[in-house]
């Protein structure tokens, strides 16, 4: 008989239990996630890829365009959960082609932000993605 790993799991002892949050108007996930997870005041959301919620695997050439799509992706979140970019705090990027695109990504990022408003940010070099996409961003966003 096979044993059911989860069967262990339980509720958490502090005072704040999470919120999982699965979007319907958000993309499609491509593993086994929950597009944000809420605890608190803190939302944390999963990486998204440049896809579409109405084309999935579906992406655009280039990595400016695939940032634009992740972007929006990641704004579909946040708005679902009455946020926006302005409640990013900080922001996980993953560059498939990081010597070739990381310019052209920080210029497509940096419109999405004011200069003054900038969120803490960590950009990583990766040998692969979902979809075998350019950039996939995860982030973190207080209420």
């Known amino acids: 008989m096979k044993s059911n790993k ?3 799991m339980q509720e958490p002892k502090n005072k704040v ?6 979007i319907e108007a958000g993309p499609k996930p491509v593993a086994p996630f929950s597009h ?5 005041e803190t939302i944390f959301v999963t990486g998204q890829m440049p896809d579409t919620p109405t084309n999935p695997g579906v992406l655009p050439e ?6 634009d799509n992740v972007m929006n992706n990641l704004n579909i ?10 409640n990013i705090v900080s922001v996980r990027v993953f560059l498939k082609e990081f010597k070739r ?4 990504f920080n210029d497509t990022y940096r419109s999405y932000f004011p200069e003054h408003r900038l ?7 990766t040998t692969g993605l979902a979809y075998d996409a350019l ?5 973190i966003a207080c209420r």
């Open 6 to 8: 989860n069967a262990d």
């Open 17 to 22: 239990s999470p919120i999982f949050h699965l």
């Open 36 to 40: 944000a997870v809420e605890v608190g």
């Open 62 to 67: 280039g990595v400016e365009a695939q940032t």
């Open 77 to 86: 979140i946040l708005k679902a959960l009455d946020l926006g970019l302005e």
């Open 101 to 104: 695109d990381y310019q052209a």
């Open 119 to 125: 969120p803490a940010r960590t950009c990583i070099g």
């Open 135 to 139: 950039v996939e961003i995860d982030l």
